[in-house]
Structures are given as structure tokens and as C-alpha cells.
């Protein structure tokens, strides 16, 4: 080993297994690693207060007062998880993510907004029946 080399050098896999390790608990906790500017905004939003805008936004149309789907192409959103429908509307309002009819309503939408009626999506109770196993 020439005397430049650092291979073996015990700091050298330190600082490596430290990146490894804080990747590891990025994907796994994301609510633990540093906040981005364009991470989605955390799960506070108030369902009381998405339950109002769902009526003046519209999303009743389509989506439902129960999240259940009024439209064809239209998912339902009962139940589905907070943080999922936030970044999904996120995605709609900034472009990331493309639907004609989402990136129209979405667009202007502010991030309290999308923090208000992803609370109130998801607050809604749901049961489910999996189909008898074969
Ligand atoms: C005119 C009908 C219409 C209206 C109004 C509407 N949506 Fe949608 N929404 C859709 C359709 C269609 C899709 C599926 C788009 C796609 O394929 O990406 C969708 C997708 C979504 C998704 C993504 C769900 C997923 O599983 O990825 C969310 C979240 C959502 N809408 C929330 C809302 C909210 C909140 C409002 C009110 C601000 C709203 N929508 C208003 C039709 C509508």
C-alpha cells in the first residue's frame, strides 16, 4: 500500500458508514432527515378547515364529500394517506405531476390549502371487505 493511499484508514470508514447510514434513515424516516424546499408541507393541516374548502375548490364534484370517486377517471380519496395526497397535489399545483382537470384546480391552491384538504381526505373513516382467499 503506497503511504498516500487512506483505505485503511479507520476515519475514512467512519465518514463512510456515517453517509450509508444517514441514507438509510432518509428513506426510512423521512420525517427525521432535513427538510427541503421542495419537500411536500408536513401532515398539519386541519380537516375542519379542508372540509370548507372541499365546497368553494370544487373537489366535491368529482371526488365527493366521502371521497368517493363521482367521475370515471376520478380515484377515490376516502382514507387515502395524508402525506400521499399531499405531495400528490403538490405535484398537480407546481406541474410536477400531469392532469389537465388536477393542474386546473390545483393550480391555485396555496400549501395550507393542500395541508387542509389532505387532512380532510384522509380523515375520512373507511372499512374494507379483501376479497375470500383462493
Ligand atoms: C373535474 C373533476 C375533478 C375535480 C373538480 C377535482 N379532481 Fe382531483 N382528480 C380528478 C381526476 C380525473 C384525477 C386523476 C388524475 C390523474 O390521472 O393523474 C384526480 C386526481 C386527484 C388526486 C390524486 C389521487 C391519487 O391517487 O394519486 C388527488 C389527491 C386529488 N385529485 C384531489 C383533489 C382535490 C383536493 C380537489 C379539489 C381541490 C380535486 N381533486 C378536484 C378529477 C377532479
Known amino acids: 500500500m503506497s503511504e498516500t493511499s487512506n483505505a485503511g484508514d479507520p476515519h475514512t470508514r467512519v465518514r463512510c458508514s456515517v453517509r450509508v447510514l444517514s441514507c438509510v434513515l432518509a428513506l426510512a424516516l423521512p420525517g427525521v432527515a432535513p427538510a427541503r424546499a421542495d419537500d411536500p408541507p ?18 366535491t364534484t368529482c371526488h365527493g364529500r366521502d371521497g368517493l370517486s363521482r367521475l370515471a377517471e376520478a380515484p377515490n380519496l376516502a382514507g387515502q394517506v395524508q402525506g400521499y395526497l399531499a405531495s400528490a397535489l403538490q405535484a398537480y399545483h407546481s406541474g410536477e405531476r400531469k392532469n389537465e382537470i388536477m393542474n386546473t384546480v390545483a393550480g391555485p391552491l396555496s400549501d395550507e390549502d393542500i395541508a387542509n384538504l389532505a387532512a380532510y381526505y384522509s380523515s375520512i373513516k373507511v372499512s374494507v371487505t379483501p376479497p375470500p382467499r383462493p
Not at 46 to 55: C, D, F, L, P, T
Open 42 to 59: 408536513a401532515a398539519t393541516g386541519s380537516a375542519e378547515v379542508g372540509a370548507q374548502r372541499i365546497k368553494t375548490a370544487g373537489c
